[in-house]
């Protein structure tokens, strides 16, 4: 079972940072785009960020555009989820998945991800 592992979350207080990390087996890297999502009870699951294989193209949420930087070391399998000015509103659980090839017009829906990861629970207090 191909398994994505997320890490980074925790507590932190409005206006400060933490970095979510993304480890997954060295093949996924090669063959998916890797995105993260958040959840919120009673809410969807929704697009925050997503970085292409040659980790040329990255899209974002608009409400994370400018605090929020995602990045990947394919040497090290991993992908880095920056988040800068946090607010209390970006409380979730969030995860990361490996997601299929984009066909057409991009979309962030997470009916293209193939694989997903456990979830890591990111708290922003006021």
Do not use: H
């Not at 980074?8 to 999502?37: D, E, N």
């Not at 930087?69 to 991993?78: E, G, V």
């Amino acid at each position: 079972q191909v398994q994505l592992a997320e890490s980074g979350g925790g507590l932190v207080q409005a206006g400060g940072s933490l970095r979510l990390s993304c480890a997954a087996p060295g093949f996924i890297f090669s063959t998916y785009s890797i995105g993260w999502f958040r959840q919120t009870p009673g809410k969807a699951r929704e697009f925050v960020a997503e970085i292409m294989r040659s980790g040329g193209s990255t899209y974002y949420a608009d409400f994370v555009k400018g605090r929020f930087t995602i990045s990947r070391d394919n040497a090290k399998n991993t992908v880095l989820l920056q988040m800068n000015s946090l607010k209390r509103e970006d409380t979730a659980v969030y995860y990361c998945a490996a997601m299929n090839a984009v066909v057409g017009i991009w979309s962030g829906a997470s009916s293209r991800a193939r694989y997903w990861g456990q979830g890591t629970q990111v708290t922003v207090s006021s």
